[in-house]
């Protein structure tokens, strides 16, 4: 909400600009922009976004051929049902048992499946409930990338078929063999060489993001590329994104004063000790603006290109590899982007509604759980009454009576929680569907926040859907964060 300026005399000399809200760049941590001095960014999944139905498509593809025609798994995998609507970010592969999980920040899980189908909440209960999961262990999985998801659509469709056909396999190395088949796939060109000779089919060209780098060159930023792609690829990728689009730009590279290539982060961000080279050639001892670098390491970048601090801002897509690396080994600043975003918001208007419902029903729950605990204790206190008249041998009756009726309000009490518990689960299902039929929001989980809105909270100090999102603000802007306050703060 924009207020008027509260100066007697001094209106606004223009209408305030409310940015859309799929459209702004969401603030954990304050930041500066005018404080920045070095804007870096990751190419893949940040400048280069990719149509994710068809990428997946891609890689199941390349993934199961290579299990089936090398690997010697059953040729059933070939009509498996390999659904890619079935990931979302922020899952959990349980290799041991099968499983893929959804956790909420306190690491319970909310939900699980088994192949693609849910297990009950006993079943989930029995397998996960009796000791605190641990991610970081050879038994799970994170899959924070969107590069990762068809991981797990190949991993839980290849389950749902073998459990059909009653296949027995062994499920951890099963997993183990999807991630090598799409690593291979990767490095063995099948899948960089379709992406590059049908890019209209796999890249979206955002139609501002020229002007957005523009923008940020003009106020006087430095732009550089760290990417892990490898230099071939990124100068493909990157003439398509940028090549002929804006006057005063020969090529791609006169946006960046830096650029590096198979950078291989996380990596990058934690040794010291590793030289930039020219792609497949020597190691260099300087950086020349417009020509492409490979390998290297955050010390060497600090050393050769002063991109030191709190002045930089790194803009990326990946919590682990960009952006939870680059907070804890440098003092950069981050940006995450995450393009799932505008579908979330989307839903997120369309569902305010039944949000408000759940919050009315909750504070309805409160209420009559509140009366029925005065009830419960008065019946008790008449139970008690009744024992003692009967000890005593006095008459019973009046008290007796108000004992039945008492016992008639705690019953309806009860039988109203229970429909307002129901309906309240029923909320939940339709919200959880309107995000996404399987998940629920990306971001939550049942009413806590999910372990990966978590992360994005904790590690990002800005979150938005596209590196455009930031022409809606000035290269000046002051981007703040929601006041935090503990709950004792808020009444
Ligand atoms: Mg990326």
């Known amino acids: 909400m924009q207020l008027p300026l509260p100066i007697p005399d001094l209106p606004p000399d223009q209408a305030p600009h409310e940015v859309p809200r799929r459209r702004r760049v969401y603030v954990n941590r304050n930041l500066r922009l005018d404080c920045v001095t070095m804007v870096g960014f990751d190419m893949d999944y940040t400048l280069a976004i990719y149509d994710q139905g068809p990428m997946d498509r891609l890689s199941i593809d390349a993934t199961v051929r290579k299990l089936v025609g090398e690997l010697g798994y059953p040729e059933c995998l070939l009509d498996a ?17 099968g499983n893929v999980l959804k956790m909420d920040r306190y690491r319970y899980v909310k939900k ?22 641990r991610p970081g262990t050879s038994r799970y999985h ?62 979206r060209k955002d139609p501002e993001l020229p002007t957005a780098l523009h923008r940020l060159k003009s106020a006087g930023k430095g732009l550089f ?45 934690r040794k010291d000790d590793i030289s930039f080279t020219v792609p497949g050639g ?13 390998g290297g390491c955050l010390a060497e970048l600090v050393r050769l290109a002063d991109v030191d601090g709190d002045s930089v801002l790194y803009v990326g897509d990946h919590i682990y590899g ?12 981050t940006m995450m982007i995450i393009q799932e975003m505008d579908s979330e918001l989307r839903v997120h208007e369309e569902i305010t509604p039944l949000l408000d419902r759940m919050d009315q029903l909750e504070a309805i729950r409160d209420l009559l759980h509140e009366e029925l ?15 003692r008249a009967r000890e005593a041998g006095t008459s019973t009756t009046e008290i007796g009576a108000r004992r039945v009726h008492q016992k008639r309000h705690v019953d309806r009490l009860k039988a109203r929680l229970r429909d307002l518990d129901r ?46 999102n930031v022409l809606q603000y000035s290269p000046m802007h002051y981007f703040r964060s929601p006041r935090d306050r503990m709950p004792h703060e808020l009444y």
């Open 81 to 97: 049902p390999f659904r890619t609507d079935f990931p979302i970010r922020g899952l959990l592969v349980d290799r041991e048992l």
């Open 112 to 133: 699980a499946y088994h192949g693609m189908q849910e297990l009950s909440r006993e079943e989930r209960h029995k397998r996960y409930h009796s000791r605190p999961i």
């Open 142 to 203: 994170w899959v924070d990338t969107l590069y990762g998801l068809s991981e797990v659509t190949v991993f839980s469709g290849a389950i749902e078929q073998l459990d059909r056909v009653g296949i027995e396999i062994d499920r951890a190395k099963l997993f183990d063999d999807i991630r090598r088949s799409i690593d291979l796939s990767h490095q063995d060109g099948s899948i960089l060489n379709k992406i590059l000779s049908h890019k209209e089919h796999y890249l």
């Open 225 to 269: 590329l760290l990417t892990n792609s490898h230099a071939p690829y990124t100068e493909e990728v990157m003439s398509y994104l940028f090549d002929g689009r804006l006057n005063g730009y020969s090529s791609w590279r006169s946006f960046f004063d830096v650029i590096v290539t198979a950078a291989r982060k996380p990596d990058f961000f």
């Open 282 to 294: 020597a190691p260099v001892d300087s950086l020349e603006k417009g020509s492409i670098y490979a």
């Open 322 to 333: 960009d952006v939870l690396r680059a907070k804890k080994e440098s003092a950069w600043r």
């Open 373 to 387: 605990r005065r009830r419960v204790a008065r019946l008790k206190e008449l139970g008690r009454g009744l024992e």
């Open 423 to 468: 309906e309240l689960e029923d909320l939940e299902e339709r919200v959880d569907r309107s995000f996404h039929p399987f998940w629920g929001s990306l971001f939550k989980a049942g009413p806590e926040v999910s372990l990966f809105g978590d992360q994005v909270e904790q590690y990002a100090c800005l979150y938005t859907d596209r590196v455009s």
